[in-house]
Protein backbone atom coordinates (compact mmCIF):
# COMPACT_ATOMS: atom_id res chain seq x y z
CA UNK A 1 0.00 0.00 0.00
CA UNK A 2 3.02 2.56 0.52
CA UNK A 3 4.21 1.88 -2.87
CA UNK A 4 0.36 3.65 -4.29
CA UNK A 5 1.30 6.70 -1.82
CA UNK A 6 5.07 6.96 -3.30
CA UNK A 7 3.16 6.61 -6.60
CA UNK A 8 0.86 9.75 -6.11
CA UNK A 9 3.58 11.80 -4.39
CA UNK A 10 5.98 11.45 -7.22
CA UNK A 11 3.70 11.85 -10.19
CA UNK A 12 3.73 8.52 -11.65
CA UNK A 13 0.20 7.58 -11.97
CA UNK A 14 -0.13 5.92 -15.19
CA UNK A 15 -3.00 4.10 -14.21
CA UNK A 16 -5.25 7.27 -13.58
CA UNK A 17 -7.46 7.50 -16.71
CA UNK A 18 -8.33 11.36 -18.01
CA UNK A 19 -11.77 9.91 -18.97
CA UNK A 20 -14.77 8.00 -17.87
CA UNK A 21 -14.24 4.08 -18.00
CA UNK A 22 -16.48 2.56 -20.64
CA UNK A 23 -17.29 -0.09 -19.02
CA UNK A 24 -18.56 1.45 -16.15
CA UNK A 25 -21.10 3.77 -18.68
CA UNK A 26 -21.69 0.06 -20.36
CA UNK A 27 -22.74 -2.03 -17.36
CA UNK A 28 -23.82 0.37 -14.74
CA UNK A 29 -27.82 -0.73 -14.70
CA UNK A 30 -26.38 -4.71 -14.25
CA UNK A 31 -25.42 -4.27 -11.09
CA UNK A 32 -27.52 -1.06 -9.68
CA UNK A 33 -30.72 -2.10 -10.51
CA UNK A 34 -33.03 -2.11 -8.00
CA UNK A 35 -30.84 -1.53 -5.53
CA UNK A 36 -30.10 1.15 -2.65
CA UNK A 37 -28.21 4.72 -4.77
CA UNK A 38 -25.25 4.13 -3.09
CA UNK A 39 -21.84 2.65 -4.50
CA UNK A 40 -18.73 1.94 -2.55
CA UNK A 41 -15.57 2.73 -4.48
CA UNK A 42 -12.54 1.23 -2.71
CA UNK A 43 -9.21 2.30 -3.41
CA UNK A 44 -10.97 5.11 -5.63
CA UNK A 45 -7.90 7.01 -6.09
CA UNK A 46 -8.89 10.60 -8.16
CA UNK A 47 -11.01 8.70 -10.21
CA UNK A 48 -13.35 10.48 -12.77
CA UNK A 49 -15.81 7.52 -12.69
CA UNK A 50 -16.86 9.14 -9.56
CA UNK A 51 -17.99 12.25 -11.02
CA UNK A 52 -19.86 9.67 -13.61
CA UNK A 53 -21.59 8.16 -10.88
CA UNK A 54 -23.13 11.62 -8.82
CA UNK A 55 -24.64 12.93 -12.40
CA UNK A 56 -26.29 9.52 -12.30
CA UNK A 57 -28.03 10.39 -9.16
CA UNK A 58 -25.37 8.34 -7.07
CA UNK A 59 -24.03 9.33 -3.52
CA UNK A 60 -20.47 7.84 -3.82
CA UNK A 61 -18.69 6.23 -0.68
CA UNK A 62 -14.87 6.21 -1.24
CA UNK A 63 -12.00 5.15 0.83
CA UNK A 64 -8.18 6.35 -0.66
CA UNK A 65 -4.99 5.80 1.32
CA UNK A 66 -3.25 8.98 -0.33
CA UNK A 67 -4.77 12.82 0.45
CA UNK A 68 -2.56 13.70 -2.37
CA UNK A 69 -5.34 11.91 -4.77
CA UNK A 70 -8.29 12.99 -3.11
CA UNK A 71 -7.89 16.60 -2.68
CA UNK A 72 -6.88 16.41 -6.48
CA UNK A 73 -9.83 14.65 -7.18
CA UNK A 74 -12.39 17.73 -4.88
CA UNK A 75 -9.78 20.43 -6.73
CA UNK A 76 -9.60 19.38 -10.47
CA UNK A 77 -13.47 18.77 -10.25
CA UNK A 78 -14.08 22.02 -8.24
CA UNK A 79 -16.06 20.22 -5.66
CA UNK A 80 -16.78 22.04 -2.18
CA UNK A 81 -16.10 19.87 0.66
CA UNK A 82 -15.27 19.34 3.85
CA UNK A 83 -12.70 17.47 6.25
CA UNK A 84 -13.53 16.10 9.18
CA UNK A 85 -11.87 13.61 11.70
CA UNK A 86 -13.77 10.01 11.76
CA UNK A 87 -11.85 7.51 13.73
CA UNK A 88 -8.85 6.20 11.93
CA UNK A 89 -9.72 8.46 9.03
CA UNK A 90 -10.28 11.59 7.24
CA UNK A 91 -13.56 11.73 5.78
CA UNK A 92 -13.60 14.46 3.10
CA UNK A 93 -17.74 15.18 2.29
CA UNK A 94 -19.09 16.99 -0.60
CA UNK A 95 -22.48 16.84 -2.25
CA UNK A 96 -23.23 13.49 -2.65
CA UNK A 97 -19.71 12.06 -2.41
CA UNK A 98 -17.80 11.39 0.65
CA UNK A 99 -14.26 9.70 0.29
CA UNK A 100 -12.17 8.06 3.83
CA UNK A 101 -8.85 8.84 3.66
CA UNK A 102 -6.63 6.00 5.21
CA UNK A 103 -6.33 2.48 5.36
CA UNK A 104 -8.96 0.16 3.50
CA UNK A 105 -8.41 -2.64 5.86
CA UNK A 106 -9.47 -0.31 8.98
CA UNK A 107 -12.79 0.50 7.66
CA UNK A 108 -15.90 -0.14 9.74
CA UNK A 109 -19.52 -1.85 8.34
CA UNK A 110 -21.25 1.12 9.67
CA UNK A 111 -19.67 3.57 7.40
CA UNK A 112 -21.19 1.47 4.17
CA UNK A 113 -24.43 0.31 5.75
CA UNK A 114 -26.49 0.79 2.73
CA UNK A 115 -23.85 0.57 -0.10
CA UNK A 116 -24.76 -2.28 -1.72
CA UNK A 117 -23.35 -1.93 -4.97
CA UNK A 118 -19.33 -1.69 -5.15
CA UNK A 119 -17.72 -0.49 -8.23
CA UNK A 120 -13.88 -2.16 -8.03
CA UNK A 121 -11.93 -0.45 -10.55
CA UNK A 122 -8.62 -0.73 -9.92
CA UNK A 123 -8.34 -1.98 -6.09
CA UNK A 124 -8.24 -5.68 -6.49
CA UNK A 125 -5.72 -5.52 -9.03
CA UNK A 126 -3.66 -2.51 -7.02
CA UNK A 127 -2.14 -5.24 -4.35
CA UNK A 128 0.02 -7.54 -4.08
CA UNK A 129 -1.67 -11.16 -4.73
CA UNK A 130 -0.83 -11.97 -1.12
CA UNK A 131 -3.42 -9.22 0.09
CA UNK A 132 -5.96 -9.95 -2.20
CA UNK A 133 -7.48 -12.60 -0.11
CA UNK A 134 -7.52 -10.50 2.99
CA UNK A 135 -8.92 -7.73 0.91
CA UNK A 136 -11.76 -9.38 -0.34
CA UNK A 137 -12.78 -11.14 3.12
CA UNK A 138 -12.46 -7.67 4.54
CA UNK A 139 -14.67 -6.33 1.68
CA UNK A 140 -17.86 -9.02 2.90
CA UNK A 141 -17.12 -7.79 6.43
CA UNK A 142 -18.12 -4.44 5.85
CA UNK A 143 -21.02 -4.73 2.91
CA UNK A 144 -24.71 -5.35 3.70
CA UNK A 145 -26.05 -8.63 2.63
CA UNK A 146 -26.20 -9.40 -1.04
CA UNK A 147 -24.13 -6.78 -2.48
CA UNK A 148 -23.26 -6.93 -6.31
CA UNK A 149 -19.83 -5.97 -7.47
CA UNK A 150 -18.57 -4.92 -10.84
CA UNK A 151 -15.22 -5.97 -10.91
CA UNK A 152 -12.73 -4.74 -13.63
CA UNK A 153 -9.38 -6.46 -13.48
CA UNK A 154 -6.29 -7.53 -15.67
CA UNK A 155 -5.18 -10.85 -16.86
CA UNK A 156 -1.47 -10.86 -18.31
CA UNK A 157 1.43 -12.77 -17.82
CA UNK A 158 2.63 -11.94 -14.55
CA UNK A 159 6.19 -13.16 -15.34
CA UNK A 160 6.76 -10.40 -17.54
CA UNK A 161 5.81 -7.38 -15.88
CA UNK A 162 6.12 -6.47 -12.46
CA UNK A 163 3.23 -5.43 -10.87
CA UNK A 164 0.41 -2.96 -9.92
CA UNK A 165 -1.68 -3.43 -11.66
CA UNK A 166 -1.50 -7.11 -10.95
CA UNK A 167 -2.58 -9.89 -12.71
CA UNK A 168 -5.77 -11.67 -11.86
CA UNK A 169 -7.50 -14.25 -14.25
CA UNK A 170 -10.71 -16.44 -13.88
CA UNK A 171 -9.13 -18.70 -11.89
CA UNK A 172 -8.34 -16.17 -9.27
CA UNK A 173 -11.72 -14.46 -8.90
CA UNK A 174 -13.63 -17.93 -8.66
CA UNK A 175 -10.73 -18.49 -6.00
CA UNK A 176 -11.11 -14.93 -4.13
CA UNK A 177 -15.09 -15.15 -4.72
CA UNK A 178 -15.88 -19.15 -4.37
CA UNK A 179 -18.49 -18.46 -1.41
CA UNK A 180 -20.07 -15.77 -3.50
CA UNK A 181 -23.61 -16.58 -5.04
CA UNK A 182 -22.96 -15.91 -8.69
CA UNK A 183 -19.97 -15.05 -10.36
CA UNK A 184 -20.40 -14.24 -14.00
CA UNK A 185 -17.82 -12.94 -16.73
CA UNK A 186 -19.41 -10.39 -18.48
CA UNK A 187 -17.09 -8.83 -20.99
CA UNK A 188 -13.00 -10.21 -22.20
CA UNK A 189 -11.29 -7.55 -24.36
CA UNK A 190 -7.96 -8.62 -25.72
CA UNK A 191 -5.84 -5.81 -26.66
CA UNK A 192 -3.58 -5.88 -29.33
CA UNK A 193 -1.07 -3.38 -27.28
CA UNK A 194 -1.14 -2.47 -23.22
CA UNK A 195 -2.88 0.97 -22.65
CA UNK A 196 -0.55 1.18 -19.43
CA UNK A 197 2.40 3.57 -19.06
CA UNK A 198 5.00 3.86 -20.42
CA UNK A 199 3.73 1.79 -23.82
CA UNK A 200 6.35 -0.44 -24.26
CA UNK A 201 5.74 -3.34 -21.75
CA UNK A 202 5.94 -5.81 -24.36
CA UNK A 203 3.84 -8.12 -22.90
CA UNK A 204 2.79 -10.95 -24.83
CA UNK A 205 -1.15 -10.59 -24.45
CA UNK A 206 -3.36 -8.20 -21.63
CA UNK A 207 -7.39 -9.40 -21.51
CA UNK A 208 -9.58 -6.70 -19.70
CA UNK A 209 -12.12 -8.40 -18.26
CA UNK A 210 -15.33 -7.50 -16.43
CA UNK A 211 -17.21 -9.13 -13.62
CA UNK A 212 -20.28 -9.33 -12.08
CA UNK A 213 -20.02 -10.68 -8.68
CA UNK A 214 -23.36 -11.48 -6.41
CA UNK A 215 -22.11 -11.90 -2.67
Request: hydrophobic share 40%; glycine share 4%.
Amino acid sequence: MVDWLDRWRKGTTGWHRSDINPQLIKNINQFTKARTKKIFVPLCGASLDMIYLIDQGFHVVGVELSSLAIDRFFIENKIEHKVSKVEDFNLYQGKNIEIYCGDFFKLKKNYLYDASCVYDRAALIALNPDLQKKYVVHLKEILPNSSKILLLTMFYPQNEMEGPPFSVGDDNVEDLFSDSKEIKKISSVKEKESSLKPDDLNLTYLFKNVYLIDL
